[in-house]
Structures are given as structure tokens and as C-alpha cells.
């Protein structure tokens, strides 16, 4: 089963960018479609992004579209999130998951992830 480490967190400004990075161990990485979520305080934890095995399918929240981009490299077994134009509302805990098969229908559900990090704090400043 895959582990699962967030990095990259920290304090940004309005209008700037981050890049968060999930390290996985194990050797079936590729296997794995990835997905990041965030929980802000007082709310529910929600779905930012996911991304296939492959790396050729991506899926964004609304929220995000057209600023935040995820992205795989499997020979790092690592994926990221390029977060870019923050907004003081994109500041929560955001978590990374795997999950073995995405669909369009199930990927922002939570259940269907089964193995979560830790999160990385990004707060965001107005």
C-alpha cells in the first residue's frame, strides 16, 4: 500500500503561487490516480484535483479551474499541485489521496481514496 507525504505549504500573499508536493512510497505508483482535497477551518474537506495513473486525465473543482494544476511525475512517484492566483479563500489544509480507478462521476468523493497524507498548511494573506 502506497504512503503518502505532503510538502511545500506555507504563507503566500494574495495573487501568488505555491507548488505542493505528495512524495508516495512503494513501487506501483503509476497504478495510483491521485487526488488533492482541502479543509479550511469549520468546513468540510473538498475536492481541489485528481489526476490518472497515467498522468493524461485531469479533473479540477470549479474553484480552481484556470489557477491550480496538477501534475505526476512517476518516476519520482511524486505529484504536485502549481497553485497560482491564491486567493485568501484557498487558504486551508490540503491533503493528498490515492485511490486505484477514477471515474468522472466518483472523483471528488472521499470514500473512493483510499490512503491520505497528513496535509500541508497553505495560508493565504489579503
Known amino acids: 500500500q502506497v504512503q503518502l507525504v505532503e510538502s511545500g505549504g506555507g504563507l503566500a500573499q494574495a495573487g501568488g503561487s505555491l507548488r505542493l508536493s505528495c512524495a508516495a512510497s512503494?513501487?506501483?505508483?503509476?497504478?495510483?490516480?491521485m487526488g488533492w482535497f482541502r479543509q479550511a477551518p469549520g468546513k468540510e474537506r473538498e475536492f481541489v484535483a485528481a489526476?490518472?495513473?497515467?498522468?493524461?486525465?485531469?479533473y479540477y473543482a470549479d474553484s480552481v479551474k484556470g489557477r491550480f494544476t496538477i501534475s505526476r511525475d512517476n518516476a519520482k512517484n511524486t505529484v504536485y499541485l502549481q497553485m497560482n492566483s491564491l486567493k485568501p479563500e484557498d487558504t486551508a489544509v490540503y491533503y493528498c489521496?490515492?485511490?486505484?480507478?477514477?471515474?468522472?462521476?466518483?472523483?471528488?468523493?472521499?470514500?473512493?481514496?483510499?490512503?491520505w497524507g497528513q496535509g500541508t498548511q497553505v495560508t493565504v494573506s489579503s
Open positions: 489521496a490515492a485511490r486505484t480507478i477514477i471515474s468522472r462521476a466518483t472523483v471528488a468523493s472521499l470514500g473512493e481514496y483510499k490512503t
Open positions: 489526476i490518472s495513473g497515467s498522468g493524461v486525465i485531469t
Open positions: 512503494g513501487r506501483t505508483f503509476s497504478s495510483y490516480a
